[in-house]
């Protein structure tokens, strides 16, 4: 009895293990370098919509949970290989957030689909999917004063690798056919690493330039050119979306001015000094 009963325990435990087996290095690498990414408004809802229909494809448990942030499933009756799920949109970087699922199941034999590529296939399925918003590149250039060169690019270093997590519409990357989950290999025959390796090739660039960049998708390589905005379309892009008063603020504006032409007859006619002049004119700028 105590025989079968050590068989029995064994058994289990060899089940327990292929059922519930861990990722390997090379998986879990993997997963690291495909986390999707959303940023704003705009590609956030594309992408969450995304990740809920991936869930409602592969899980096999029905939601108990939708928000802004989370979803997730129900847990799995006892011995189920069905696929519960758990997703989540968290804060990593400034207007960038991390979509991240988590799956499981509760047979001792293994998840209905396996649960390390259900993981997989969840952060490919998010990446393939396409946002166009003409509006963060232009946001882009004005948050650097249009004074630097710029790709269009978000990027991660994981494992020492040069990942791009986002690409913007109507940028040079976006020209040139970067793609998300593209590994960066080279810029100008110069190897990528760090920030400091592309910093190093924008110094020696200028607007306009044309630099050849390698970059490895799908265990391929593949050679690609990218040109920088030139001078003339920054100044295009500046003028195009440059913030312009309302109309309020401009009648506000001309009610301004005709107060401070009365000051000015007051000036000169000597019933206010230009001590009083200067700081009611100021007082009448600052609150435009």
Not at 248 to 263: G, H
């Amino acid at each position: 009895m105590l025989f079968i009963r050590q068989i029995f325990i064994a058994l289990i435990s060899i089940l327990y293990f292929f059922g519930c087996a861990t990722m390997s290095q090379q998986q879990i690498e993997e997963y690291q370098e495909t986390i999707p990414y959303c940023i704003e408004n705009v590609d956030c809802k594309e992408k969450w919509a995304a990740a809920k229909q991936w869930l409602l494809d592969n899980a096999r448990m029905k939601i108990q949970i939708y928000s802004d942030d989370l979803i997730e499933t129900y847990n799995p009756p006892p011995n189920s290989p069905n696929l519960a799920a758990r997703i989540r949109k968290q804060p990593a970087g400034k207007y960038t957030y991390s979509i991240t699922a988590n799956v499981w199941c509760s047979n001792l034999i293994g998840c209905v689909p396996n649960r390390i590529d259900a993981l997989l296939d969840f952060n490919k399925y998010l990446n393939n999917v396409v946002v166009v918003n003409d509006s963060l590149y232009p946001n882009m250039l004005r948050d650097t004063n249009y004074s630097k060169l710029l790709m269009g690019i978000g990027y991660r270093i994981i494992n020492s690798k040069f990942i791009i997590t986002q690409v913007y519409s109507g940028s040079p990357a976006d020209k040139a056919g970067l793609k998300v989950s593209d590994k960066i290999i080279s810029m100008s025959g110069k190897k990528i690493i760090f920030d400091e390796d592309i910093s190093e090739i924008f110094e020696r660039s200028s607007f306009g330039d044309e630099i050849e960049i390698i970059v490895k998708r799908d265990d391929e390589l593949h050679p690609l050119t990218l040109k920088f905005l030139s001078e003339s379309e920054l100044q295009n892009i500046k003028e195009a979306n440059e913030i312009k008063p309302t109309k309020s603020k401009e009648n506000n504006m001309v009610n301004i001015e005709e107060k401070i032409k009365t000051l000015k007859k007051l000036l000169d006619n000597q019933l206010i000094t230009q001590e009083e002049f200067d700081n009611k004119k100021k007082t009448l700028l600052e609150k435009f």
